[in-house]
C-alpha cells in the first residue's frame, strides 16, 4: 500500500469517526430512547421480568389469549387502574428462553421476545404472524412520550378506537384521545369527548385487539403519514398494553370486557323513547310535553331535564320559580308513566354559605393546584370549584349529594361537562388529582375524570335508592361502561352527522360500551323534515333513544314537523316498544359477554371486503338478528349489502340471497331493515310506557333458514336489583331446520314471567296444518303479520302509502317452565 494509499485509508476512517459521533451526537439531543438489548431476564410463574439497556419490562401471561406488556424507563411502579378489574388467570403456559429470544407458549398463542434488541411478536398456534414490533423502530422514548410501533401488515385494516369520527376502517388516519368539549364538532372532528384506547386489527383472515391503558394523551397512528408501521402512543407514563388473540372479532370484544368490565341491567324504563331539550321549563311546560306525547299516543318514559332546573345553574338546587314543587312535578311525571333525569356538571359555584358548596369545603373534596389552593375554573353558574372524583374523599362528598336527587323523586343522573369542560379550554396542568392516594396531574388525571363521575354517581343513587338508576355520561375512560351509557355529544343536524352518529355508536360497541346514543334530530341547527323522519327511524334502533335540541332553536318534538312525521315517529317509536322483549334480552347478553346491541357488520363478518366500502359500513345489526340500513333524507334509491346468509325484509318478508348488493327503492315511512334467516325475535304488545304491563301473550317470531340458531330470552322485574339475588327468568330457545324443530329450554331463575302465553309467529315456512308441541298436535292458524301502521295519505293528489305485512302461520301455547319441544 502506498503512503498516499494510507493516508487516504486513515482520512476515510476519521470521515467515519466523525460522521457516527456527530450521528450519536445528533440523536441524543433528539432525546430520544431506544428500548435496547436485553440484560437479564427472570422468569416468575406467568411473570417474566426484564430489564434493558435503558428499560424495566414486564410480560404477563393473563390468560391464554391475553398477554400484558408493561415498559418504562424507570423501575416499574405498583400496579394500577381505573380500567381494569380483572386479575390473571391461572394459565397453563410454556416459558423458556434461549442466548436471543424468550417465548411463551399458551394454547392459544405463541409470542417472542427478540433479545437484541429487545422487540416482541405473536403468532398463532400455527406460527402464523399476528402482531409484530417494527423492527428498527420497536419502543422508544421522546422525552416522556412513549410509542411502541408494530409493522404494517400487508392489507391492514384497524377498526374500534371507541368515540372516534371517520370511517369504519381507520387505516390510513391518525388519532388523539384528550377528552375535549366539542360543540357542534365536524362529522371528521377529533379528539372528541371520550378515551378508549382500544383497537382491532385485521388481516390474512385472523384478527386482534391491543388495549392500551395509560390515561395520559395518547396518540394512535394507522398509518397516517407513513406506509411502514401502525403505532400508539402516551404523552406520559409507562407503555402498558394488553395483546389479546381470538379468531372472532366477538370474542376478542368478549375478552377486553373482561378486562374492563361488563354493564349492569339497565331499568326497563331507560330503553324507552326519552323526550329532552336544552331546556323544558317550567314545570307546567314540562307537563305540556309529557301530555302531549300522551295525546298523540307516542310511546314515551322519560323527561331529561337540562340545566335551567337549578338556581342560578348551582348543583343542588332548584329554581323555585319555575320548579316550585319538584317532587309534585316527578309524582305528576310519574302518574303520567314518565321517569326524570336531570343534568349535572361537575363545577360547583364558589358561592360560601350555599350548603352543597360548603360540605365540600369542609370535606376537602375540590381539586388543588401545586401549591394546595382549590383550582377555579369558569363554566355555567360562573367560577367553580370541581370535586375530585379520583380521591375517596371526594366521591363520599357526591355520593351523599345524590340523596338530593332522590329524595325529590328523580331516576336519572345525565353526567355533563366532565372532560374537564371550562371557558376557555386550558385547564392547567399543574392542577393535582389525588388518585387514590398516588397523586396525579391533570395530564394524567383528565382522560379518566369523566368516567369516575359517572361511577361515582351510579354509586351515589344506588346507595340511596332500591331502583335501577340510569346513568348518562359526554365523557369518559375504559371500563365506563360497568356504570354508565354514553352520547356522543353536541351533534349537528345534518345528513353527514347523522351517519357519523352511526358510526360513532358501532365503533363504541367494537369498544366494549353497548349502551350508547346520539341526540336525535341534532342538537344544533334545526333538522329539516325528511332529517328528523330519518332520525327518528334510526333512533329506534339504537340503544339509548333520546330526542335534544339546543336552546333557542325550533321546537323539536315530532308533532312540531308536522302530521306525516307524527305518525311515521310514532309508528317506529311503537315498534320499538312491541321490540322491548327482545332489546331487553340484548341488553342481558351484554352484561354476559360484553357483546353491544348495534353491531357493527364488522363483527361477525370480518373478512368481507364489502362491509367496509363507504356505501354499506353504516350498516348494522341492531341485537344478533335485525340488520339496519341507515339512510340520509332526501334519498329515492340506495345501495344495500346483504351478508351471506338469507334475509327477510322486515316489512313483508321479501327474502333477499346474502353475499350481494341490492339497489332499493326507499319511502320516507319506510328505514330498510332487514332480518336474518333463522333469527328468534320476541315481541310483545304495544304499551305506551314501560309503566304498563303487556298483555299476557309474549310473541315469538321465528324465520325459516338453514342455520341453526339460538337466542336467549330474558325477564326481571326491570327496576331493582332483585336479579342479581335470582330473581329472573331466563330461558334458552333453539331453532334447528334440519331437525325441523325448535326448543325452549327448562326456565332458569326464580321469577314467574309476565307472559302466561306464547304465540309462535312463522316466517317463510311452508304452509301446513299443525306442528306437534310436546306430542300434543296444535292446528296453525293462517294470519297476516303486520310491523308498522300504514301512514296516512295526507296529500290528496300523492300516492296511497298502502298496507305492508307478511303472510305468516301461527299457533298458542301456555308458557310453562318445563321444556317445550315443537315440531314442525
Known amino acids: 500500500m502506498t503512503t498516499m494509499q494510507k493516508n487516504l485509508k486513515i482520512a476515510a476512517i476519521c470521515i467515519i469517526a466523525l460522521l457516527f459521533f456527530c450521528s450519536k451526537n445528533t440523536f441524543a439531543q433528539t432525546n430520544l430512547k431506544e428500548v435496547g438489548n436485553v440484560k437479564s431476564v427472570k422468569i416468575e410463574g406467568q411473570n417474566i421480568i426484564i430489564a434493558t439497556d435503558v428499560a424495566f419490562i414486564q410480560a404477563i401471561v393473563y390468560s391464554p389469549s391475553i398477554i400484558r406488556i408493561r415498559m418504562d424507563k424507570q423501575a416499574l411502579k405498583k400496579d394500577f387502574s381505573y380500567a381494569v378489574v380483572s386479575q390473571p388467570l391461572p394459565t397453563k403456559a410454556s416459558i423458556t428462553q434461549t442466548e436471543t429470544e424468550i417465548v411463551i407458549v399458551t394454547d392459544s398463542l405463541k409470542v417472542v421476545f427478540q433479545k437484541k434488541p429487545f422487540s416482541v411478536s405473536f403468532y398463532n398456534n400455527d406460527g402464523v404472524a399476528i402482531s409484530e414490533d417494527e423492527k428498527g423502530l420497536t419502543t422508544s422514548w421522546v422525552g416522556e412520550e412513549v410509542t411502541t410501533y408494530k409493522k404494517m401488515q400487508d392489507g391492514e385494516r384497524f377498526i374500534g378506537l371507541g368515540e372516534k369520527t371517520g370511517d369504519l376502517d381507520r387505516k390510513g388516519n391518525g388519532y388523539t384521545n384528550w377528552n375535549t368539549d366539542a360543540f357542534a364538532y365536524g362529522a371528521g372532528q377529533d379528539p372528541i369527548y371520550a378515551t378508549i384506547p382500544f383497537y382491532i386489527g385485521i388481516h390474512h383472515n385472523t384478527n386482534y385487539g391491543i388495549f392500551m391503558d395509560n390515561t395520559f394523551q395518547s396518540d394512535f397512528n394507522f398509518g397516517a403519514s407513513n406506509n411502514r408501521f401502525s403505532s400508539f402512543a402516551a404523552r406520559g407514563g409507562e407503555m402498558n398494553y394488553y395483546f389479546i388473540y381470538h379468531k372472532t372479532v366477538a370474542d376478542i370484544i368478549k375478552s377486553y370486557t373482561s378486562l374492563t368490565g361488563r354493564m349492569k341491567m339497565p331499568p326497563l324504563w331507560s330503553l324507552g323513547y326519552q323526550q329532552n331539550r336544552y331546556s323544558y321549563y317550567p314545570d307546567t311546560e314540562v307537563l305540556r310535553i309529557a301530555q302531549t306525547l300522551r295525546e298523540k299516543q307516542i310511546p314515551a318514559d322519560g323527561i331529561t331535564l337540562d340545566i335551567h332546573y337549578m338556581d342560578k345553574y348551582q348543583l343542588f338546587t332548584w329554581d323555585k320559580t319555575r320548579f316550585p314543587n319538584p ?88 353526567n355533563d361537562m366532565n372532560e374537564i369542560a371550562s371557558w376557555g379550554q386550558k385547564m392547567p396542568s399543574n392542577i393535582i388529582f389525588d388518585y387514590d392516594g398516588r397523586k396525579a396531574s391533570h395530564l394524567e388525571a383528565h382522560n379518566v375524570y369523566g368516567s369516575l363521575m359517572a361511577k361515582t354517581s351510579y354509586e351515589g343513587f344506588r346507595a ?44 363504541l360497541g367494537l369498544s366494549g360500551v353497548p349502551f350508547s346514543a346520539m341526540d336525535i334530530g341534532g342538537f344544533t341547527g334545526g333538522a329539516s ?40 315517529s ?15 334480552s340484548s341488553f342481558y347478553e351484554a352484561t354476559q359477554n360484553g357483546l353491544p346491541i348495534n353491531r ?11 362491509i367496509y366500502n363507504g356505501a354499506f359500513q353504516n350498516q348494522f345489526l341492531f341485537g344478533q338478528s335485525i340488520m339496519v340500513a341507515p339512510v340520509e333524507s332526501g334519498k329515492d334509491f340506495m345501495k344495500v349489502y346483504f351478508p351471506k346468509g338469507n334475509w327477510y325484509s ?94 325452549f329450554e327448562n326456565v332458569e331463575g326464580q321469577l314467574n314471567s309476565k307472559f302466561k302465553n306464547i304465540t309462535l309467529i312463522l316466517h317463510g315456512f311452508e304452509i301446513a296444518n299443525n306442528v306437534v308441541s310436546n306430542n300434543a298436535t296444535i292446528s ?16 290528496p293528489i300523492g300516492a296511497e302509502q298502502g298496507f305492508d305485512g307478511s303472510k305468516t302461520q301461527t299457533f298458542v301455547i301456555k308458557n310453562v317452565k318445563e321444556k317445550i319441544t315443537i315440531n314442525f
Open 327 to 414: 317532587i309534585m312535578l316527578t309524582n305528576k311525571l310519574k302518574e303520567l308513566g314518565f321517569k326524570t333525569t336531570v343534568i349535572v356538571d361537575p363545577g360547583i359555584k364558589v358561592v360560601p354559605g350555599m350548603p352543597a358548596f360548603d360540605r365540600g369545603v369542609k370535606a376537602d373534596a375540590y381539586i388543588k393546584y401545586s401549591d394546595g389552593k382549590y383550582y377555579q375554573g369558569q363554566v355555567w353558574p360562573g367560577w367553580c370549584h370541581f370535586t375530585d372524583y379520583t380521591s375517596e374523599i371526594g366521591r363520599k362528598f357526591w355520593r351523599n349529594e345524590m340523596k338530593f336527587f332522590t329524595d325529590n323523586g328523580v331516576n336519572g343522573i345525565w
Open 464 to 507: 340511596n335508592s332500591n331502583e335501577r338508576p340510569f346513568i348518562l355520561t359526554r365523557a369518559g375512560y375504559a371500563g365506563l361502561q360497568r356504570y354508565s351509557a354514553i352520547w356522543t355529544g353536541d351533534n349537528r343536524s345534518e345528513d353527514n352527522h347523522m351517519m357519523a352518529g352511526v358510526r360513532l355508536i358501532n365503533s
Open 529 to 568: 323534515t325528511g332529517l328528523f323522519a330519518r332520525w327518528m327511524q334510526i333512533g329506534a334502533f339504537i340503544p339509548y333513544f333520546r330526542n335534544h335540541t339546543c336552546i333557542n332553536s325550533k321546537s323539536s318534538e315530532p308533532w312540531t314537523y308536522g302530521e306525516e312525521v307524527t305518525e311515521i
Open 570 to 584: 310514532r309508528n317506529y317509536v311503537s315498534l320499538r316498544y312491541k321490540l322491548l322483549p327482545y332489546l331487553y
Open 600 to 610: 357493527s357488520l364488522a363483527i361477525y363478518n370480518t373478512f368481507d371486503n364489502n
Open 650 to 743: 322486515l316489512y313483508n318478508d321479501e327474502i333477499t340471497e346474502g353475499a350481494k348488493e341490492k339497489t332499493i327503492e326507499l319511502s320516507m315511512a319506510k328505514l330498510p331493515v332487514y332480518v336474518k334467516e333463522s333469527s328468534i325475535i320476541p315481541m310483545q304488545s304495544l304499551v305506551q310506557s314501560t309503566s304498563i304491563a303487556p298483555s299476557d301473550t309474549l310473541f315469538v317470531h321465528i324465520y325459516k333458514g338453514n342455520v341453526v340458531n339460538n337466542f336467549v330470552y330474558y325477564e326481571d322485574d326491570g327496576k331493582t336489583f332483585d336479579y342479581e339475588k335470582g330473581a329472573f327468568y331466563k330461558r334458552n330457545i333453539t331453532y334447528n331446520p334440519a331437525a325441523k324443530q325448535l326448543i
Open 780 to 795: 296453525l292458524q293462517q294470519s297476516t303479520s303486520s310491523m308498522l301502521n300504514p301512514v296516512s295519505k295526507f296529500d
